[in-house]
């Protein structure tokens, strides 16, 4: 039975050890993906254009519900035969102006997932890159620790990589 007792604690101090060991290899680093993204001179550049596409979108709306509005004063004006048929006409526009809404939103939505999708794949590479340049053997993304040396901080980095490697 000392025997036993013996081997296993020797086993537990050899699996401690070679954990120890382990653990003194490891170089881990972070980076504040949110910052990166965000100052990424890519990102800036396709925010812009989004805000143009959604400014035009939103005047042509505006332009489309204008006409809505117009035609729906007419109609007091109007006798019974043509309300009808000005109604008719309205309820088309409604419904032309509903279905433009969600067909712009939705394509404004997806082109901005795409563009975010690619931004971050772009990221992801600098970062590895970086990481196999210097050894790290984890990155993390800073929102999933409660701290972190400054000294593994490679957020900076990583941005300047990113911006030097972005072609306009």
């Given at each position: ?41 890519k990102t800036k550049e396709f925010d ?40 008719a006409d309205i309820e088309n526009q ?75």
């Open positions: 039975m000392k025997v036993v007792k013996v081997l296993g604690l020797a086993v537990m101090f050899g699996l401690v050890a070679t954990g120890m060991s382990l653990a003194a290899d490891l170089k881990i680093g972070y980076v504040d993906l949110g910052k990166v993204f965000d100052n990424y001179q812009a254009v989004l805000q143009s596409e959604g400014e035009a979108f939103q005047k042509e709306r505006d332009g489309m519900v204008q006409k809505i509005q117009d035609a729906q004063s007419k109609l007091a004006l109007m006798n019974d035969t043509q309300k009808a048929a000005m109604q409604k419904n032309e102006v509903v279905a433009y809404d969600r067909e712009k939103r939705a394509e404004l939505a997806k082109k901005r997932d795409d563009k975010v999708k690619e931004i971050l794949s772009e990221i992801q590479g600098i970062v590895t890159t970086i990481a196999k340049n210097e050894g790290y053997t984890y990155v993390l993304n800073d929102r999933v620790m409660i701290f972190g040396d400054p000294q593994y901080n490679i957020t900076d980095e990583v941005m300047k990589n990113l911006n030097d490697s972005y072609k306009k």
